[in-house]
């Protein structure tokens, strides 16, 4: 295990060439220069040295330290705490299988499962051939898709376990792979360089930019109450008169509304008064 994985404060790793650093205080500097505050930069300059070396390295550390003015253990516990950044050397594709509750029930925990065996690596390891890193990751709010898996934080949604694995094969020979909705992919380090907030230039990022699946617009439209015969309008409940409400669901006045007000508590129910049992009362009942 790494000093980083560890989340210690970092010894200074080797410096960057002289071409290679010039280059990258010069994009440092353009993000910074974003911010009213330089430290705010911190998080996109992250993603900078990792679009670098495809993960933050002792290197790109002490270069975050060094164009912030930060120390090295501040740069490493924000490194350290966002899953979003590799700690150690890993593939050209993150492939990420959703784990959480709708996509595991769903099928993302038999699709994470037979991804193991299939590439033979376990949760957050790399192919041989440096290709793909398997991880489960968490809800990536695209539940109306599930089950989810995302290469490099664009969508394939629907998946199945054939589905799945044929998408790890074609990443692995090179074959184009084309993802369900949004812009197209690329390798892990050019999508590290577009969020440390560089141009998208992949052709067609910016028409994809911002669309939405089918299941996403159509709940959309419900909630706008359009239909295809035209414009619903929303649904509007009559307010309840509180004198008509039935007893048990008017709010006592010291609570703002019926649902925050307690319901069978021991401070509404005289039979079982709340506070500590009297030695009376306990010898009354022997
Ligand atoms: S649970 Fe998988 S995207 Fe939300």
Redesign the pocket.
């Known amino acids: 295990m790494t000093d980083i994985q560890l989340g210690m404060p970092q010894l200074p790793g080797p410096e960057y060439p002289a071409e290679v650093r010039t280059r990258l205080e010069a994009d440092a500097r353009e993000v910074i220069s974003r911010y009213p505050d330089s430290r705010s930069a911190l998080l996109p300059l992250l993603h900078l040295v990792q679009s670098e070396e495809g993960y933050v390295t002792r290197t790109g550390l002490q270069f975050c330290a060094d164009m912030l003015e930060l120390t090295t253990a501040e740069v490493t516990a924000v490194a350290t705490f966002y899953s979003m950044y590799r700690r150690k050397p890993s593939g050209d594709y993150q492939v990420g299988v959703?784990?959480?509750?709708?996509?595991?029930v769903l099928g993302?925990d038999e699709i994470f499962d037979a991804l193991q065996k299939h590439l033979g690596v376990g949760n957050s390891e790399t192919t041989e051939d440096g290709k793909v890193t398997l991880e489960h990751i968490?809800?990536?709010?695209?539940?109306d898709?599930?089950?989810?898996v995302m290469v490099n934080w664009e969508f394939f949604d629907n998946q199945t376990i054939e589905s799945a694995k044929k998408l790890v094969d074609d990443l692995r020979a090179g074959r184009e792979v084309a993802p369900t909705r949004g812009a197209p992919l690329c390798d892990f380090k050019k999508t590290a360089r577009i969020l440390a907030g560089f141009p998208d230039e992949r052709p067609g990022a910016i028409e994809a930019s911002g669309s939405a699946g089918d299941a996403s617009l159509a709940g959309l439209r419900l909630a706008k109450g359009v239909t295809e015969g035209g414009t619903v309008p929303p649904r509007t409940e009559p307010p309840l008169d509180a004198a008509q409400a039935p007893e048990d669901e008017q709010a006592p006045p010291t609570h703002p509304s019926s649902h925050d007000a307690p319901q069978k508590s021991a401070a509404s129910d005289p039979e079982h008064p709340a506070g500590p049992v009297s030695r009376e009362s306990e010898e009354g009942e022997r």
Do not use: Q, R
């Not at 959703?98 to 595991?104: G, H, R």
């Not at 968490?138 to 539940?143: L, Q, Y």
């Not at 898709?145 to 989810?148: G, L, Q, T």
């Open positions: 959703c784990t959480n509750t709708l996509c595991a993302g968490e809800c990536n709010a695209a539940c898709f599930a089950p989810v």
